[in-house]
């Protein structure tokens, strides 16, 4: 049975379209049921739409600064939609206790760093400032501190000379697209990560990968 799987966004949804993608095959154990967004005008949702997967709009912004009603409206979507997964991929919104606590150990948020360095915001051009030979991306779980949940599964590129923060960046972005789908599918198959968080699967690619 294909875990129903929820992909929260803010924006273009570049991860979100790599899960599609993947929950396009049959064999893939989660099921995309809904992509739910903030924002109305996040370039995702057309993309979503297009792949057929259901779309809501819960625009923050209609809250003012009640965050809690705001996510008690999300959470009941995603009861409502029997989701049991889900995903942060560009979701630009803090989460307060309420949401994190609702869905521990079944929340996944990707992270544009090897974390625990660089959470937060801008950790391509932190990475370049601070000189590590070594950058990547984290799938963890959400916690209530920000980027600071149990590591899933993380993969590495190189900082090449002469690195840029766009190239930098997209080096990175390429490994999110593979590392994202394979650690949700993992969540969802019930192997090391849903039932035991504190299992790390680092740098789970093929070498060839891991530098493209």
Not at 44 to 57: D, I, K, Q, S
Not at 80 to 107: K, S
Request: glycine content about 8%; proline content about 9%; charged content about 15%.
């Amino acid at each position: 049975m294909k875990r129903r799987t929820a992909v929260l966004i803010s924006g273009r949804g570049s991860n979100m379209a790599a899960l599609l993608a993947n929950a396009a095959d049959p064999a893939y154990p989660a099921e995309i049921a809904l992509v739910l967004s903030n924002r109305p005008e996040a370039p995702g949702l057309e993309l979503a739409a297009r792949a057929g997967v259901p779309c809501l709009v819960i625009d923050h912004k209609r809250f003012g600064p009640d965050r809690g009603a705001h996510e008690a409206v999300i959470d009941r979507a995603l009861r409502q939609a029997g989701i049991e997964l889900v995903c942060l991929a560009g979701y630009m919104r803090l989460l307060t206790p309420f949401l994190v606590q609702g869905w521990a150990g079944r929340m996944l948020n990707i992270h544009p760093s090897l974390l625990p360095a660089f959470p937060g915001l801008n950790t391509h051009a932190r990475a370049l400032a601070a000189g590590v030979k070594l950058h990547g991306c984290t799938v963890h779980l959400v916690t209530e501190r920000i980027d600071s949940g149990p590591i899933l599964a993380q993969a590495a590129v190189p900082v090449l000379p002469g690195d840029t923060e766009t190239a930098l960046t997209n080096r990175v972005l390429r490994q999110e697209h593979i590392l994202y789908p394979l650690t949700l599918a993992l969540v969802a198959s019930g192997l090391p990560g849903r039932t035991d968080p504190g299992t790390a699967l680092l740098n789970p690619l093929p070498p060839e990968t891991r530098a493209a």
